[in-house]
């Protein structure tokens, strides 16, 4: 329960931090933080929790993050439905308690013909610069891959572990200065599905994409590590 209760906490801090910087700091008049400030808001919230609950979970917050390190060998198939609900409740709390502050001012109101609304992600009309559905499979897919390998690569065993957690949140902060304009930024489901939920319409329907490619990319980037990247024991190359 202990390892479920730190992914629920982790989950929430990232969708909190990350949606809530969006949310609210991102277009603030005259000083916004912008792409820039949601992005490293992002790497951020990871940074911290790997850190704070790292070592108690492994520090996924993030269903294909689990789904790759289970295709590494590293994560026990046992585990992964649970680790997955943690999640999902965890981001979807966090999104009802940034709804909750959100509609807490007077003209605040998501509207669902809009790309980005309540920081959802969206292809084709709901893409933030209207990227087609093949485009956002694709960023998703690609940066979901490599933020994969970077997260085995810096936990491996060989690796400084103690720089693990800040290779990963700025992998994290790289990945959305890339793709905020592509697809508002997923490579999480937990996080896609969390602002779905209170957004519905159009963005709700589109959260299958930000299950599938996050997914697909976390497993194949889990493989490659697995079989062509980990040096195995005894190996000279």
């Given at each position: 329960?202990?390892?479920l209760f730190a992914e629920f906490f982790g989950?929430?801090?990232?969708?909190?931090?990350?949606?809530?910087?969006?949310?609210?700091?991102?277009?603030?008049?005259?000083?916004?933080?912008?792409?820039?400030?949601?992005?490293?808001?992002?790497?951020?919230?990871?940074?911290?929790?790997?850190?704070?609950?790292?070592?108690?979970?492994?520090?996924?917050?993030?269903?294909?993050?689990?789904?790759?390190?289970?295709?590494?060998?590293?994560?026990?198939?046992?585990?992964?439905?649970?680790?997955?609900?943690?999640?999902?409740?965890?981001?979807?709390?966090?999104?009802?308690?940034?709804?909750?502050?959100?509609?807490?001012?007077?003209?605040?109101?998501?509207?669902?013909?809009?790309?980005?609304?309540?920081?959802?992600?969206?292809?084709?009309?709901?893409?933030?610069?209207?990227?087609?559905?093949?485009?956002?499979?694709?960023?998703?897919?690609?940066?979901?891959?490599?933020?994969?390998?970077?997260?085995?690569?810096?936990?491996?065993?060989?690796?400084?572990?103690?720089?693990?957690?800040?290779?990963?949140?700025?992998?994290?902060?790289?990945?959305?200065?890339?793709?905020?304009?592509?697809t508002n930024t997923s490579v999480n489901p937990?996080?896609?599905?969390?602002?779905?939920?209170?957004?519905?319409?159009?963005?709700?329907?589109?959260?299958?994409?930000?299950?599938?490619?996050?997914?697909?990319?976390?497993?194949?980037?889990?493989?490659?590590?697995?079989?062509?990247?980990?040096k195995l024991e005894n190996s000279e190359e």
């Amino acid at each position: 329960m202990r390892k479920l209760f730190a992914e629920f906490f982790g989950t929430y801090w990232l969708v909190f931090g990350g949606c809530g910087s969006a949310l609210f700091a991102a277009g603030y008049p005259n000083l916004g933080i912008g792409f820039t400030g949601v992005a490293l808001a992002f790497g951020l919230t990871v940074l911290t929790m790997a850190y704070a609950v790292g070592h108690i979970s492994g520090g996924h917050f993030n269903p294909a993050v689990s789904f790759g390190l289970w295709a590494s060998g590293r994560f026990s198939l046992k585990d992964l439905v649970p680790y997955i609900i943690a999640q999902c409740i965890g981001a979807i709390t966090a999104a009802g308690t940034l709804f909750y502050i959100w509609t807490g001012k007077t003209g605040n109101s998501i509207d669902n013909t809009k790309a980005g609304a309540f920081a959802s992600n969206g292809f084709g009309a709901f893409s933030p610069d209207g990227y087609s559905i093949y485009s956002c499979f694709a960023a998703e897919f690609i940066l979901t891959l490599f933020f994969l390998i970077v997260i085995l690569g810096a936990t491996d065993k060989l690796a400084n572990g103690k720089f693990a957690g800040i290779a990963i949140g700025l992998a994290l902060t790289l990945i959305h200065l890339i793709s905020i304009p592509i697809t508002n930024t997923s490579v999480n489901p937990a996080r896609s599905l969390s602002q779905a939920l209170f957004v519905g319409g159009e963005p709700f329907s589109q959260v299958w994409l930000f299950w599938i490619a996050p997914i697909s990319g976390a497993i194949i980037g889990g493989l490659i590590y697995k079989n062509l990247l980990q040096k195995l024991e005894n190996s000279e190359e």
